[in-house]
C-alpha cells in the first residue's frame, strides 16, 4: 500500500509528462500571433510608398537627428528648419524614437538606407506586441494561460479611430503615430516593472528606464503611466495592510 501511494505521488519518469512540450503548446497562441501580424503587416515595410499621416513629418525628425549628429550638433536641442520658419522641435518634443533610428544607421555603418530602418522599426514593434504584453503580464505575476490569452488577442484591439492602441493609429492608411507605438510598448513594460517593485522590491533599475522611456516617447502616456503608478502604489498599501 505504502509502496502504491508512493508511486501515485512519484509517478516514473516515463510517465510524467514532457514540460518542455507543454511549454512549446502554452506559447503556441503567442507566437501565431505574432506571425500573424508579421504576414499582414508585411507591406509597412515592404511597399515603398510615401506616407500619408504622421509618418512623413517623423521620418524628417528622423533626418534631422541624423544631420545633428552628422554636424555634431546637440542631438537634443537642435533647429528643425522643415517646420514653417523653423523651431527647436527636439527641445519641446518627445524625440528618443528619431534618434534610435539615427543610432541604428551608424550601428548598421550607414549601409541601410534611414527610411527602411524606420519602417522596419514600426513594423517589427506592431508585430511584437503580443511577446510585449505577454512578458508584462508575466511579470505582474497573471497566470501562465491568462498571460498567453491577453498576448494572443492583443492585435485585436480596436476602437472607433480614437488613437489608441489599435494598428490603424500606426499603419499607413492611419495616423502615424510613431512616438506612441514606442510609447505603448514601454507602457507596458513600466506598469510591470513598477508593479514588481511594489510587491518584491526588486527591478528599480529597469523601472527607472522604462519609465524613463514612456517619457522620452510621448508625453501624454507618461501621464498615463502616472495614473497607473498611483493606483498601483494604493494597491500596494492596501495589500499591505490586509496582512
Same mark, same amino acid.
Given at each position: 500500500?505504502?509502496?502504491?501511494?508512493r508511486?501515485?505521488?512519484? $509517478? $516514473?519518469?516515463?510517465?510524467?509528462?514532457?514540460l518542455?512540450? +507543454?511549454?512549446?503548446l502554452?506559447?503556441?497562441?503567442?507566437v501565431l500571433a505574432i506571425?500573424f501580424?508579421?504576414?499582414m503587416l508585411w507591406?509597412?515595410f515592404?511597399?515603398p510608398?510615401?506616407?500619408?499621416?504622421?509618418d512623413?513629418?517623423?521620418? *524628417?525628425? +528622423?533626418?534631422?537627428?541624423d544631420s545633428a549628429?552628422?554636424?555634431?550638433?546637440n542631438?537634443?536641442d537642435?533647429w528643425s528648419?522643415v *517646420?514653417?520658419? /523653423?523651431?527647436p522641435?527636439?527641445f519641446y518634443?518627445?524625440h528618443?524614437?528619431?534618434?534610435?533610428? &539615427?543610432? *541604428?544607421?551608424? =550601428?548598421?555603418?550607414?549601409?541601410?538606407?534611414?527610411?527602411i530602418?524606420?519602417?522596419?522599426?514600426?513594423?517589427?514593434?506592431? &508585430?511584437?506586441?503580443? =511577446?510585449?504584453?505577454w512578458?508584462s503580464?508575466?511579470?505582474? /505575476?497573471?497566470?501562465? +494561460?491568462?498571460?498567453?490569452?491577453? &498576448?494572443?488577442?492583443?492585435?485585436?484591439i480596436s476602437?472607433?479611430?480614437?488613437?489608441g492602441?489599435?494598428?490603424?493609429?500606426y499603419?499607413?492608411?492611419?495616423? /502615424?503615430?510613431?512616438t506612441?507605438?514606442?510609447?505603448?510598448?514601454f507602457?507596458f513594460?513600466?506598469?510591470?516593472c513598477?508593479?514588481?517593485v511594489l510587491?518584491?522590491g526588486?527591478?528599480?533599475?529597469?523601472a527607472?528606464?522604462?519609465?524613463?522611456?514612456?517619457?522620452l516617447?510621448?508625453?501624454?502616456?507618461?501621464?498615463? =503611466?502616472?495614473?497607473?503608478?498611483?493606483i498601483?502604489?494604493?494597491?500596494?498599501?492596501?495589500k499591505?495592510?490586509?496582512?
Amino acid at each position: 500500500m505504502i509502496v502504491e501511494i508512493r508511486e501515485r505521488q512519484h $509517478p $516514473p519518469a516515463e510517465t510524467r509528462p514532457n514540460l518542455s512540450w +507543454v511549454r512549446a503548446l502554452q506559447s503556441l497562441p503567442v507566437v501565431l500571433a505574432i506571425l500573424f501580424n508579421l504576414v499582414m503587416l508585411w507591406p509597412e515595410f515592404s511597399v515603398p510608398v510615401p506616407s500619408l499621416n504622421d509618418d512623413a513629418e517623423h521620418f *524628417l525628425f +528622423v533626418q534631422r537627428a541624423d544631420s545633428a549628429f552628422s554636424g555634431g550638433e546637440n542631438p537634443f536641442d537642435n533647429w528643425s528648419p522643415v *517646420l514653417e520658419l /523653423g523651431f527647436p522641435q527636439f527641445f519641446y518634443y518627445q524625440h528618443v524614437p528619431h534618434l534610435a533610428i &539615427a543610432v *541604428l544607421y551608424r =550601428l548598421a555603418l550607414k549601409r541601410v538606407s534611414l527610411l527602411i530602418l524606420f519602417n522596419l522599426v514600426r513594423y517589427l514593434l506592431m &508585430a511584437f506586441l503580443p =511577446l510585449t504584453v505577454w512578458w508584462s503580464m508575466r511579470t505582474m /505575476g497573471f497566470s501562465a +494561460v491568462a498571460s498567453i490569452i491577453g &498576448a494572443a488577442f492583443s492585435p485585436f484591439i480596436s476602437s472607433n479611430y480614437l488613437y489608441g492602441f489599435e494598428y490603424n493609429s500606426y499603419v499607413w492608411r492611419g495616423y /502615424g503615430m510613431y512616438t506612441q507605438l514606442w510609447a505603448m510598448h514601454f507602457l507596458f513594460i513600466a506598469t510591470a516593472c513598477l508593479q514588481r517593485v511594489l510587491k518584491r522590491g526588486t527591478g528599480y533599475i529597469a523601472a527607472i528606464l522604462s519609465c524613463s522611456m514612456v517619457v522620452l516617447s510621448d508625453l501624454m502616456y507618461a501621464y498615463m =503611466l502616472g495614473i497607473m503608478a498611483a493606483i498601483l502604489f494604493l494597491l500596494s498599501l492596501r495589500k499591505g495592510a490586509g496582512t
